[in-house]
């Protein structure tokens, strides 16, 4: 079992930065692939970023140039450096693992809210 902990959301105007980290604690040997995702009210939850434990990242179409995910194995963490937030950016963002099974683990979510 691979337990996440996310940390760093909050309430940013349009144009700031915010830094999202992530915690994997449990048996974090068996994680591969690491990501955030998100979801705006009444809308499909998204991929943001992901990356895999060689450090290949891969970003949606709407944040690349302005995020940037990354990782440290030996913490077994995984941030997103947020710049140049828009409102469109609102939502709540998750960070979500996948161990060498496949099996997929979530955390609870945070909260990250842009103002124009």
């Known amino acids: 079992q691979v337990q996440l902990v996310e940390s760093g959301g909050g309430l940013v105007q349009a144009g700031g930065s915010l830094r999202l980290s992530c915690a994997a604690s449990g048996s974090i040997f068996s994680i591969n692939t690491m990501g955030w995702y998100r979801q705006a009210p009444g809308k499909q939850r998204e991929a943001v970023a992901t990356?895999?434990?060689?450090?290949?990242?891969n970003y949606a179409d709407s944040v690349k140039g302005r995020f940037t995910i990354s990782r440290d194995n030996a913490k077994m963490t995984v941030y997103l450096q947020m710049n140049s937030l828009q409102v469109e950016d609102t939502a709540v963002y998750s960070c979500?693992?996948?161990?060498?099974?496949?099996?997929?683990?979530w955390g609870q979510g945070t909260q990250v809210t842009v103002s124009s």
């Open positions: 990356i895999t434990r060689a450090g290949s990242a």
């Open positions: 979500a693992a996948r161990d060498r099974r496949s099996n997929d683990y």
